[in-house]
Nanobody, 111 residues
Framework: QVQVVESGGGLVQAGGSLRLSCTASTRAFNPNALGWFRQAPGKQREFVAR???????DYADSVQGRFSISRDKVKNTVYLQMNTLRPEDTAVYYC?????WGQGTQVTVSS
């Protein structure tokens, strides 16, 4: 059973930055199978970012130009660098590896 663990959330002021990490416990790590999602209170879970099978990156319109996804195959880890954070970015951020979800990490952006 693959375990997916996120870390790096916290409280930050608007305009600040955070870097989230997601690690999958598998011997054959495929970074293209991992995506970041988020769920704000009272809202549905939504896509944030992923690395495509061709190595390109794909972002939700709301985070394009502010967030950056990258990978470290040696560490079985995918990162989400979040810059110029806004209060509307406040959510629980989840990563999904194939069909396995992590437990989520809270990101709170104060105005």
């Amino acid at each position: 059973q693959v375990q997916v663990v996120e870390s790096g959330g916290g409280l930050v002021q608007a305009g600040g930055s955070l870097r989230l990490s997601c690690t999958a416990s598998t011997r054959a790590f495929n970074p293209n199978a991992l995506g970041w999602f988020r769920q704000a209170p009272g809202k549905q879970r939504e896509f944030v970012a992923r690395i495509t099978s061709g190595g390109a990156t794909d972002y939700a319109d709301s985070v394009q130009g502010r967030f950056s996804i990258s990978r470290d195959k040696v560490k079985n880890t995918v990162y989400l660098q979040m810059n110029t954070l806004r209060p509307e970015d406040t959510a629980v951020y989840y990563c999904k590896y194939y069909d396995t979800w992590g437990q989520g990490t809270q990101v709170t952006v104060s105005s």
